[in-house]
């Protein structure tokens, strides 16, 4: 069973930095991941994407976050990164990681969500 696990989360102030992490495994057990992302959800809000990167290592982000959350892939593709600087009280939410991952022996890919880590950002 392919799993999404997430680290990083925590509590900061204002203007801190903090860097989430999110790795696909087995890493035996995936074929192939296309686009990989992180969404959030505060609370009473519908979740959002934050910030995608495709396998070619394109990249998107959320208007609220450019110039301050960076993207990333490492060289297996298997795992993403959120580097968060310049944090702000509205970016207090649970984080969520995003895959679309192919098994080995199933033709098609698979949306695979994380178990969510919780960012707190005091004024």
């Known amino acids: 069973q392919v799993q999404l696990v997430e680290s990083g989360g925590g509590l900061v102030q204002a203007g801190g930095s903090l860097r989430l992490s999110c790795a696909a495994s087995?890493?035996?057990?995936?074929?192939?991941?296309?686009?990989m992302g992180w969404y959030r959800q505060a609370p009473g809000k519908q979740r959002e994407l934050v910030a995608a990167?495709?396998?070619?290592?394109?990249?998107n982000y959320a208007d609220s976050v450019k110039g301050r959350f960076t993207i990333s892939r490492d060289n297996a593709g298997n795992t993403v990164y959120l580097q968060m600087n310049s944090l702000k009280p509205e970016d207090t939410a649970v984080y969520y990681c995003?895959?679309?991952?192919?098994?080995?022996?199933?033709?098609?890919?698979?949306?695979?969500w994380g178990q969510g880590t919780q960012v707190t950002v005091s004024s």
């Open positions: 990167i495709s396998r070619g290592l394109s990249t």
């Open positions: 087995p890493s035996g057990s995936i074929a192939s991941i296309n686009d």
């Open positions: 995003n895959a679309a991952i192919r098994r080995w022996g199933i033709p098609l890919f698979g949306d695979y």
